[in-house]
């Protein structure tokens, strides 16, 4: 990933994890292997338990500590209301930017519109 996309990201990444938790529960490193598995192959675990940790102390997320086969338990992360909300408004929000951003573009390059 580019310089450039990893500011971008730096903006959405904690839609994109609230985004898979909606989906199902995970921990830490199942939910950087499911990013990856997205497309976003730079993403790194580190970034993603900082975030975890935010998410978690705004209270976006409830956690369980479920046992592991290795090791001490695993903290799986799940969405409760309040994040369920938030990422309802992250939707909200990226869908006005995009079709925004999408209609700058369009009007910078009219010849990719077919015309």
């Given amino acids: 990933m580019g310089k450039q996309m990893t500011e971008m990201l730096k903006g959405t990444l ?12 995970a921990y830490g490193y199942e939910i950087t292997a499911r990013l990856r598995e997205q497309g976003f192959s730079d993403i790194v675990e580190g970034t993603v ?8 102390q705004r209270g976006l997320v ?4 479920v046992p592991s086969e290795k090791g001490p ?7 409760n209301a309040s994040g369920s909300a938030y990422l309802d408004e992250f939707w909200r929000t990226w869908s006005f930017l995009a079709e925004r951003i999408e209609q700058l573009h ?8 077919g015309e």
């Fill in 14 to 25: 904690e839609g994109i994890v609230l985004a898979t938790l909606a989906a199902r529960p």
């Fill in 49 to 56: 338990y900082a975030l975890l940790v935010r998410i978690e």
């Fill in 62 to 65: 409830d956690v369980a500590k």
């Fill in 73 to 79: 338990p695993r903290k799986v992360y799940s969405l």
């Fill in 106 to 113: 369009h009007n910078n390059h009219p010849q990719e519109k």
